[in-house]
T-cell receptor, first 113, second 117 residues
Framework: GEDVEQSLFLSVREGDSSVINCTYT??????LYWYKQEPGAGLQLLTY?????DMKQDQRLTVLLNKKDKHLSLRIADTQTGDSAIYFC?????????????FGTGTKLQVIP | GAVVSQHPSWVICKSGTSVKIECRSL??????MFWYRQFPKQSLMLMAT?????????EQGVEKDKFLINHASLTLSTLTVTSAHPEDSSFYIC?????????????FGPGTRLTVL
């Protein structure tokens, strides 16, 4: 089945850039997502990228997709303490098929003031 | 943006009792709702996909008689954990996809923390 992997923890200083990495196995993924989860809360969609794109920028967020290597990254510029949270990458299966979204294990981002 | 609520936000129950969790789309109609389970420091595991007016589709390994899902209207889906046991303690999150939307987004509820004593 589909598998999505992330490193568990990342610590950065306030003002630095954060890069959270994700690898996936499903070569037929159509969309790849980044979600943010704050303690005790549900998930908030941060951004997503269609599988035929290799980069998407949205304010402080930059998503890079290497489809050949099945590698996705999220860069947060000028990281703030409010960015501290768990970040999940997720992938969605092919159009027309059972469009299940598979989530990664989550990366806990700690921002040090 | 679209809002999804869950009720209750947390519940403590005794082993052997049943617990119902509600998921509501507040400002949109949801043809499809999803139920996830999240263990501490782990990812979300999809339990089932719920379509309005039809039976839910359960993921492999999820007991349909244990986790009863009802999606009776376009704004409400319920998950009932029957005869709950301590191993059912978890964070349950629902999400909803808007009817007729071509958007890729699922809107997530805030989650319900279930503790079974």
């Amino acid at each position: 089945g589909e598998d999505v992997e992330q490193s568990l923890f990342l610590s950065v200083r306030e003002g630095d850039s954060s890069v959270i990495n994700c690898t996936y196995t499903d070569s037929s993924s159509t969309y790849l997502y980044w979600y943010k989860q704050e303690p005790g809360a549900g998930l908030q969609l941060l951004t997503y990228i269609f599988s035929n794109m290799d980069m998407k920028q949205d304010q402080r967020l930059t998503v890079l997709l290497n489809k050949k290597d099945k590698h996705l990254s999220l860069r947060i510029a000028d990281t703030q303490t409010g960015d501290s949270a768990i970040y999940f990458c997720a992938e969605k299966g092919p159009v027309g098929g059972y469009q299940k979204v598979t989530f990664g294990t989550g990366t806990k981002l700690q921002v040090i003031p | 943006g679209a809002v999804v609520s869950q009720h209750p936000s947390w519940v403590i129950c005794k082993s052997g009792t049943s617990v119902k969790i509600e998921c509501r789309s507040l400002d949109f109609q949801a043809t499809t709702m999803f139920w996830y389970r999240q263990f501490p420091k782990q990812s979300l595991m999809l339990m089932a996909t719920s379509n309005e007016g039809s039976k839910a589709t359960y993921e492999q390994g999820v007991e349909k008689d244990k986790f009863l899902i009802n999606h009776a209207s376009l704004t409400l889906s319920t998950l009932t954990v029957t005869s709950a046991h301590p191993e059912d303690s978890s964070f349950y999150i629902c999400s909803a996809r808007e009817q007729g939307s071509t958007s890729v987004e699922q809107f997530f509820g805030p989650g319900t923390r279930l503790t079974v004593l």
